[in-house]
Each structure stands twice: as structure tokens, then as C-alpha cells.
């Protein structure tokens, strides 16, 4: 099973841009599709951004042209690009990767806090 821990998460001003970091360790993420999560207090847990084996990707409608996943698969790293931050934005970001074949996303990091606040 990969294990997965991310970092990056900070205070940052609204407008602003910050770049998550997701390290992966125990299996390469090439064998995986990976997703980029978020929870903010009192809401469900939701879906940000994946990107497939194949290095297709998909993004919500909340973060379609302002977050960007993207991976390196040398370093077996997988990042969030985030720009033009809103509060609303402002989460716990999780990292998360899919097996091939399970309908659910199997492996979880721990959390970053992203807050966006002036």
C-alpha cells in the first residue's frame, strides 16, 4: 500500500497562489490514480482534482481554471497548483490515490490547513 503525506498548506491572502505537495512512499504512483480532496469545517468531504494513470485529468467545477494537479512520477510526488485563492477555499487539502480496479480512493495523507484569509 503507498503511503502519502502532504505539505505545503499555509495562511495565505486572498488572490494569492500556494502549491501543495503530496510525497509518495512504498509504491510508485504511476500504478495509481490520484486525487486531490478538501474538508472544510461542516461540509463533506469533496473531490478537487484527479489525475488518471494515463496522466488524464479532472477537475471540479469549483476549481476549474484556478488549481492545477499535476505529478512527478521520478520523484513520486503529486502536486496541487492553486492560484487566485478565495476564503471559501480555505480546508484541510487531502491526498489520495486509487488502485486500479477499486471504485474508491484507498490511501489518504494526513491533511494540510489551507487558509485563505486577509
Known amino acids: 500500500q503507498v503511503q502519502l503525506v502532504e505539505s505545503g498548506g499555509e495562511l495565505v491572502q486572498p488572490g494569492g497562489s500556494l502549491r501543495l505537495s503530496c510525497a509518495a512512499s512504498?509504491?510508485?504512483?504511476?500504478?495509481?490514480?490520484m486525487g486531490w480532496f478538501r474538508q472544510a469545517p461542516g461540509k463533506e468531504r469533496e473531490l478537487l482534482a484527479s489525475?488518471?494513470?494515463?496522466?488524464?485529468?479532472y477537475y471540479a467545477d469549483s476549481v476549474k481554471d484556478r488549481f492545477s494537479i499535476s505529478r512527478d512520477i521520478a520523484m513520486n510526488n503529486v502536486y496541487l497548483q492553486m492560484s487566485s485563492l478565495k476564503a471559501e477555499d480555505t480546508a484541510v487539502y487531502y491526498c489520495?490515490?486509487?488502485?486500479?480496479?477499486?471504485?474508491?480512493?484507498?490511501?489518504w495523507g494526513q491533511g494540510t490547513q489551507v487558509t485563505v484569509s486577509s
Open positions: 489520495a490515490a486509487q488502485r486500479v480496479g477499486s471504485g474508491n480512493y484507498d490511501s
Open positions: 489525475i488518471r494513470r494515463s496522466g488524464d485529468t
Open positions: 512504498g509504491r510508485t504512483i504511476s500504478i495509481y490514480a
